[in-house]
């Protein structure tokens, strides 16, 4: 007869993700309850401007006016009810697991320094002047990008209709997730709804989530081979 041991190492908590939740919920509602004069102003003021951030040239005078900042701020910024719901779905959908294998702090720095990396590079895809970025979409595809490095194996739930019944199948992972970044790819030059939504926004935040995933995880290789002597 085989007994399983209990490990004594405590499982650690997952605040970054519910925090986050938090945040971009509570972001948006205070932004709702303002007039609606008050809610442009705050989008110009909080938002990304894709004028003010390609001058690579001149990176200090963009951190001395908060330009920079901007790139954090405009993640807490959404248009509407429908934008933000989306990116909350896939921040619980995504964040948690990830969260679980990384940590709190990790998931965190990911979803903030992804987001920050997502939205220069659409403020710089961009090109036009002024357009203002906003939305963490890029910080969720930094997201769904470290799902993918974490879980290669994994399996997502989707619901297929099937004529008058809706039938719950679960898909590879790599294979979903393929078909959204190719379908990213595709939309950023020939999408619907051109120009409003950053789909550069997404493939950037996608690119950066893998690459710190697979940092990250040789980093806590390391350290459990170290705990245990090997």
Sequence with gaps: MFVAIPSRERPRPRWATPLLFAALWLCFIAMELLPETEQRRLALDWGALSGGLTEPHDWLRQLRDGSMLRLFSALFLHADWAHLLGNLVFLLIFGLPAERAMGP????????LGGAVANLAAA?????PDRLIIGASGA??????????LFPGAKLGVVVPLGLFLQFVKVPAPLLIGVWALLQLVFTFIGPAFGAVAWSAHLAGFAFGGAFALIARAGIARRLRRRRGY
Excluded at 105 to 112: S, T, V
Excluded at 124 to 128: F, L
């Design 124 to 128: 710089i895809a961009i090109g036009t």
């Design 140 to 149: 969720v595809s930094a997201l769904i990008g470290a799902y993918l490095a």
């Design 105 to 112: 702090w990790r998931l965190l720095g990911l979803f903030l």
